[in-house]
Structures are given as C-alpha cells and as structure tokens.
C-alpha cells in the first residue's frame, strides 16, 4: 500500500491546495494532509480550525486523511508510515526551497522519496498570503477558497476586527 502526506500550513486551505489533493489522492492508495503547527509562525487559523476546513472540503475523497503533526516531516512520515512527501509547486521560487527541504529529508531519511507537482494554471498565482490580504481589504475571495472557506474566513476577520465582509 503506497501512502504519501501532503504537508503545509493551509492557512487557509485554498483550491489550489485543494487541486494538489485532488490530483495527489489519485496517485496514492491513502494520503494524509499533514497539517503543520509551526510555533514559529502566528497563523489566523488555529491548527484545530484549519483540521476542520480541511476535513469539509476533502469529505468526498474516501482516502484523504487529515492529521495535525509538529516537528519533522521525516518523523511525522515515519510514524505514519509514508514513503512518498508530495508538493505542489507554482513557480521556480518555490521549487528552490522546496528542492532544498526535499534533498534535506532525503539526507535524514533515505527512504522518503518527494514528488513535486506542478499547480494548475489556474491557481498558480495563489497563495494561502494572498487570500488572507484579499479577505482584510474586504476584498470577495469566492474565487480562491472554497464556500466553507470563505465562510470561516469571514467569521474570523470579522471577529478579530480586520475586515468588514
């Protein structure tokens, strides 16, 4: 059984994370979401939050699993018995880092092999920066998360003062 996890923050998760999902899920027999709590980060959404959204718009994907983890991606892979890290890629800059984490994972654990995808073109100007910016000018993001999403994000802009939608 090949299981692979698609890590990140997914603060908020957006359809372009959505579509790597999407398309990653059909490579693998099962795929875990990784949902990363970086404390070194003061993400919107807590990490419980961004579990929920995640769980609502990956409900039709029967062998999607979301799990929240800390620390290395090599151990969360181990413990969960991955063997394959995918990620999504929108532009050279991403790959440079993302080539560099991957060449550090393989270093620290030889049998984790990363695939890179590359992001629909529909989506590979959008990042999880730019829908939060969007939303805190007030600005319709209908068309970079899903209707759950956009939903939440009103309710937590809205909470915390940054926006009136």
């Known amino acids: 059984m090949l299981k692979g996890i698609y890590p990140g923050s997914f603060d908020p998760v957006t ?18 979401v990784g949902v990363l ?3 070194a980060k003061s993400p919107l959404f807590s990490v419980k939050e961004r579990v ?7 409900k039709d994907m ?4 979301i799990v929240p983890f800390e620390g290395l991606l090599v151990d969360f892979a181990r413990r969960s ?3 394959v890290v995918i990620r999504g890629l929108r532009a050279i800059t991403d790959f440079e880092y993302e080539l560099q984490m991957a060449q550090t994972n393989h270093k620290m654990e030889p049998e984790i092999e990363t695939i890179f995808l590359t992001t629909s ?3 590979s100007y ?3 920066t ?14 970079f998360v899903p209707e759950f999403v956009a939903d939440c994000m009103k309710e937590k802009m809205n909470l915390k003062g940054e926006c009136k939608l």
């Open 62 to 65: 029967p062998n999607v699993r």
């Open 130 to 143: 730019t829908v939060k910016e969007v939303a805190a000018f007030g600005g319709d993001i209908s068309q």
């Open 81 to 83: 018995g991955a063997s």
């Open 121 to 123: 073109l529909d989506y």
């Open 126 to 128: 959008l990042s999880s």
């Open 37 to 39: 709590n970086n404390k």
């Open 15 to 32: 359809f372009g994370h959505q579509d790597i999902i999407r398309r990653s899920a059909g490579l693998v027999d099962e795929l875990i």
């Open 52 to 58: 929920r959204m995640l769980n609502e718009v990956t």
